[in-house]
């Protein structure tokens, strides 16, 4: 029997990620973290959650894929969208019942932050450019140019259900989230990969 204050206190942090309350880094960052004094089994059943649909085009899509990505790994999951309803931020009580009708042993969510605009600085040899009031001074110098894009980074956390603690975050970047449905295949690949090298996946 799990502990109602454990079950809360995964609630309160899958609505943190909602929020989008914990510090940010960095959009061009990447964080990867493993939990030092967790050394359980493996996990063998996965609720995955992809956190709200504006980030997240086709939340439902996202879901199947990463549940799909799991099966192929040989371990147990079930999307988010068949327990939680996806037209509204969950709250604690749906989540926390979402998770305990899943039977799910671990929580994997993922949320896109709001993309940011960037701009990248480069040297452009060949290209004319007047560095002063004189026509004839610094005609032929290399040209600074310079290129806006969106930035975002995709939080990624795994939680151990029974006590309600995440274990492992990757927290990856993406210079193109408005096309993150294109690149979500190897994504969840990438995540699947990386849970298997921390020892937190069960079977094969």
Known sequence: MQNPSLRAALACCVLALVAGCAAAPSPLETTVWRDP????????R????????QSLRDQRGFENLMVATLQGA????????????????PDQETMRSAI?????????LVRMSTPTTETDLAYSPGVATAVGPNMYVGWYAPGVVSQDYQAATIYTTLFDVRTA???WTYNPSTSSPGTFDQDAPAFAADVVARLRA?????GR
């Open 37 to 44: 004094a967790y050394n359980g089994p493996g996990f063998s």
């Open 46 to 53: 996965i609720f995955v959650v992809g956190l709200s649909a």
């Open 74 to 89: 040989g371990v147990g999951a079930q999307p988010g969208w068949q327990f939680v309803p996806t037209d509204r931020t």
């Open 100 to 108: 305990l009708r899943s039977g799910a042993d671990a929580a994997l």
């Open 165 to 167: 603690r995440p274990v």
């Open 198 to 202: 921390a020892g937190l996946l069960a």
